[in-house]
C-alpha cells in the first residue's frame, strides 16, 4: 500500500485587487470619546441646571438670598383722599342807639336817630347835608345845608304822605327859621343868613300824622 500523501489542491488566488489593511471594528464605535464632544458635556450640563434653576426660582422654589430669578412683584395702587372741613363761627351784634345818640349816616351826613319806637310812636333820624360841614357835627359859618329826616312807624315802615313835619332852626333860645312840610320827606334848606352868627345851633322837627302818633327830634350843631 502506498502511502505517499496526495498533494494539497492548489489555492485559489482572492479575485480582485487588494482593498487594503482591515478595518478595526472597535474604531468604529468610537465617535462618543472624541474629546471636543467630551469638552462640551461639563458646558451643556452647566446650562441645563442654569435654567432649572431660573425656572425654580420664578415659581417662589428658592429662598430670596440664591435665588437669581424672583417671581414678578405685583405693586397695588392705593388713592387716598383728604378731606378738610374748616368751620367758620360768625357772630352778629346788633346795637340799639339810644334816643339821645347822635351818629353819622353813610352820607356823612350830620344825623340823630332813635331805634324802632314802642307801640304807637313814630322813630324819627334828622340828617344834615356835608354843605360847609368842617368836622364832627361842625359847620362854617355862612354855609347852607339842608336838614331832612326819616320818620319810622312801630313798624319800621318809612312814613311820607299823611306825616307833617314842622322845621324849626334856633341859635341858642332865638328861633333864626321856621317851615312846615306837606310830607314827612320834605326837609329845610337852612339859609346862609341863618347860619352867619357863630355859635350852637339847634335843628329841631316836630311831626304829626293821621294816623295820631306824635314825635319831636333835635339835632344840635355848632357854627364857626
Known amino acids: 500500500m502506498d502511502q505517499t500523501k496526495a498533494p494539497a489542491p ?15 471594528p472597535a474604531k468604529d464605535y468610537a465617535w462618543h470619546r472624541h474629546p471636543a464632544l467630551i469638552a462640551t458635556i461639563p458646558v451643556i450640563g452647566a446650562l441645563i441646571g442654569s435654567v432649572l434653576t431660573i425656572v425654580a ?11 437669581p ?21 360768625t357772630t352778629t351784634q346788633t346795637v340799639t342807639p339810644s334816643p ?26 334828622v340828617l344834615m347835608t ?13 354855609s347852607a345845608p339842608t336838614a331832612y329826616a326819616r320818620v319810622n312807624d312801630e313798624s319800621g315802615q318809612q312814613l311820607g304822605k299823611g ?5 324849626v332852626v334856633k341859635r341858642g333860645s332865638t328861633t333864626v327859621q321856621s317851615v312846615r312840610g306837606e310830607s314827612c320827606g320834605s326837609g329845610i334848606d337852612i339859609s346862609r343868613d341863618s347860619l352867619k352868627v357863630r355859635g350852637l345851633y339847634h335843628v329841631t322837627i ?8 306824635k314825635a319831636t327830634k333835635t339835632l344840635d350843631f355848632q357854627v364857626t
Do not use: F, M
Open 206 to 213: 316836630s311831626v304829626t300824622t293821621d294816623a295820631g302818633p
Open 10 to 24: 492548489a489555492q485559489k488566488p482572492a479575485k480582485g485587487p487588494a482593498k487594503g489593511p482591515a478595518k478595526d
Open 69 to 89: 430669578a424672583p417671581p414678578p412683584t405685583t405693586v397695588v395702587a392705593h388713592e387716598t383722599t383728604t378731606a378738610t372741613v374748616t368751620a367758620t363761627e
Open 100 to 125: 339821645t345818640e347822635e351818629t353819622s349816616s353813610p352820607d356823612s351826613s350830620t344825623s340823630s336817630s332813635v331805634g324802632v319806637p314802642p307801640p304807637g310812636t313814630l322813630a324819627i333820624t
Open 57 to 67: 426660582g420664578q415659581n417662589g422654589k428658592l429662598p430670596e438670598s440664591i435665588n
Open 163 to 167: 306825616c307833617y313835619p314842622t322845621w
Open 130 to 142: 356835608t354843605n360847609g360841614k368842617i368836622g364832627p357835627n361842625e359847620y362854617r359859618a355862612g
